[in-house]
């Protein structure tokens, strides 16, 4: 498989990163290199093998349904880049 | 309609679990509240935490499950679910993807007498998204957004009907149906005003008698059962127009207007559609025992379709008055309530649905708001099997028990209601009223019996309603056949 | 430099108090931290307030916790509240969390003064600490080498002692690898073995914090502080915390050392000091063999593949809307996000990024990501046979020695492949320790010492045992 110019695009339209022309080429470039380095695994057989998404054989890990302290609102909004009262304020979804 | 095409119609439930806390975290579901102000490190997805799945989420996931007559496998687990949209906190939603909660249910549905079985394909769990609120009129004429997250991570149930549907009637006695149970087994509210049922309809239109669906559109923000039947309509009727055009439908999302009446376009930045789904590594898989769920069904209450069979069956209800009472769950368990101490359930029903439901609609209440308790109700109907009170009383009686929850048996009192039934005093009453109506005496004692009707009448009026009818009618007529 | 229970004595025995230790170690931390680049915040006025409060406590004949009064590190990717945490990120430069990681929550609670907080690869993606975004960390070894990464910062501040611990995260090896490359002890949990929650996800199933230290008692008294279940975090194992320094000192005799022929295809001069710790391993009772972990040459692209769709997925979140950094000239809430990110993002994140973005893609996701999970059950596999026949298996840390800064910066594949004795142990889960074996041209060689799940007590044990056989983790160098 190789990545194409129209991919690139594609893949960073998804990720939300607003690569500028010279980033496309340069990542067509770059991703190539490492997907080739990733084609290594098809050397491998692995029809019958199970995946593993959690090394830990652990399941059912619940907590009850309990209310505890939420924050201070000011505690919410400390971070944020901008604020309208206790809103988060953005900019318009267009 | 047009009616060369077929309506195909799925629908996706989302409905709010009545959970205390979210589905992650410890802050609270209650509707409402300042803005983010139920939102915490967790459900505010700042770097670093860590989501721990709410025990009740997974109960109430299987208790819908069994509901739906849907299998509960016994493995289960979450997915990301991967896009950006600024109501959520992480970017991704946490849902389940290829092993939800439940699969194949189904639900059966009348629509004018025809029941129709309606499948249903998965339930899965998942989070809410937070609320945007647009500071200018319209989303495209404001230059900004303000976000409240105190939404996010309230517990949601996804329910995804199979494309079953045939018409907006079945769409709406579908969601009716599955409101009906979810509020039986005490999972949801189920509040459209308040969102927490909403639903999104899945519409294509193909020519009767064609085998390939048509393509389908997708309508979201469905929040009352009128905005889903007319935004059905509109959709099918859209279609057809598109198509009788020539035109081709296109695979899409779109929202309901609720002011315009319309469906429109969602199309935008936002909407490329690749949810790159994977295995939450956050959370370890569910692992549900058949004991577990075992429990779950032993401790699942009596459901509308079978409580309606029950009252039919047993109580020998006719299939209308089943309806009634099991239209609502609260207004149900009232009727069995008071079916413990009233061997008469067409004379419950009668009460209920008559003088008393028109006494709460007049008050502006319902019957789960309504201060009348199941004791008082049934002590209303034993003063009437007792003939202590007449039909007539008990309509003066019933709007004071709803006013301010008396019982029954202190108003009468309090008001003197009591039904004379002293033969004495009846026949006092008797002697008065046959005297001042020869007229009315004469006509019966020459045949014309119905006029026996107004001399009753007269007495009940000159007791003010509280003679016995039933001894007035007997002695009255001994009196005048003598 | 002290050890933890040295100056623990030391304290109370008054011969010196809380706050002339921490002034004394900010003092040369700050004129050491210049030339190596160790730190991304100094918390100077903190850490006296909390050696005060320590040196009250002992005044007042309170009990005092084990770490009391004792300097530390905290790698940036660990939140700490009130203390700006950025990741070695642009996104996250003005980040102040309102929340405590509970390793550090752990650590306050025994006393455990913060110095700092260490630098690092952005995002914990690097071997070489050069992909911060806002300084180099340097190899106190030789300052024109690299440190190691991700955790440069967290295992450089330890070999130049200025600090007595620290704590780093590893996904691929970003504590084991920078431990090796400075000569210092670091120890990488089994998943699952201490909590993960406040530290800023990398990759989900890999991450673990550890603790790294100048000599293994210390690291493993840090280890059992931190260790122990989290009802915070989903996947942390229910057991108690590790008790690693009742055994510490039993002897190795016969312990069964299996060394996997794949992972000794690197320079000849590390291979060469392995090979003398091994001996020395033999001359101390145990017994070494040669042993085969199959599927080695698989492990770094499934890794790579594995790591980067997590992190596409964990790094959604930086957006510019809740915290972090935003382009503020954008009138689209999506344009916003795209240019910020673009923006604050560095080139090796966004790199990934897109890798993992694409591997979850529709239409790749079997080739790429499901594959990868499936390699990973292989690998889990090689791993499960290998310890049926050895209590621990040992490897080198790195395949070369501390490199060039600058050497592999340009080349991806070049840098991923030195990850090559490290990533596998994310893989598959289990614990695995770094010490240093030896010195080549005056750099440390490091020696990873790898056991099975949950095994961290023997682990070390094994390379507590060693260590009192060497005098390697006795040298200081000198910062020059
Ligand atoms: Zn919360």
Redesign the pocket.
Known sequence: MSITKKDIIHVADLARLGLNDEETIKYEKELNDVLNFMEKLNELNTDDVEPTSHVLDIHNVFRSDVVED?LDVEDVLANAPDRDEDYFKVPSIL | MNNKYEVVIGLEVHVELKTAT?IF???KTTFGGDPNT???P???GLPGVLPVVNEKVVEYGVRTGLAINAKVPNYSKFDRKNYYYPDLTKNFQTSQFDLPICENGYLDIEVDGVVKRIGITRAHMEEDAGKLVHSGKTISSSNSSNVDYNRV?VPLLEIVSEPDIRSSEEAKAYVEALKMILTYIDVSDCKMEEGSIRADANVSIRLIGAKEFGTRTETKNLNSLKALQKAIEYEVERQTEVIEDGGVIEQETRTWDDEQGITLSMRSKADAHDYRYFPEPDLPPIILTDEYIDNIRRLLPELPEARKKRLIEMDSLSVYDANLVIAEKFLADFYDEVRKSIDDPKLIVNYLMGDYYRELVAVGLDFSSSPVSTKDFSELLKLLQEKTISGKIAKEIIPLMVKDGKSPKVIVEEKGLVQISDTGAIEAIIAEVVAANPKAVDDYKNGKGNSIGFLVGQVMKASKGKANPGIVNELLKSVLDK | MGKIKDIHNQLLNKEISAVELIKEYLANLKVSENKLGTYLAITEEKAIADALAIDKKISNGESIGLLAGIPMGIKDNISTKGIITTCGSKILENYKPVYNATVVNKLYHEGGIILGKCNMDEFAMGSSSENSAYKLVRNPWDIDRVPGGSSGGSAATVGAEEVVFSLGSDTGGSIRQPAGFCGVAGMKPTYGRVSRYGLIAYASSLDQIGPIAKNVEDCAIVHDIISGYDKMDSTSANMPSTKSLDNINRDIKGLRIGVPKEYFGGDEKVLKTLKKALAKFEEMGAIVEETSLPHTEYALPAYYIIASAEASSNLARFDGVRYGARDFDQNDVTDMMSVTRDKFFGKEVKKRIMIGTYALSAGYYDAYYLKALKVRTLLKRDFDEAFKKYDVLITPVAPTLPFKIGENIKDSITMYLGDICTVTINLVGIPGIAIPCGFADGLPVGMQILGKPFSEELLFNVAHRFEQNNDFHLRKPEVK
């Open positions: 939420s | 979210k975290c410890g802050c139920h939102v915490c967790i459900c505010l991570g």
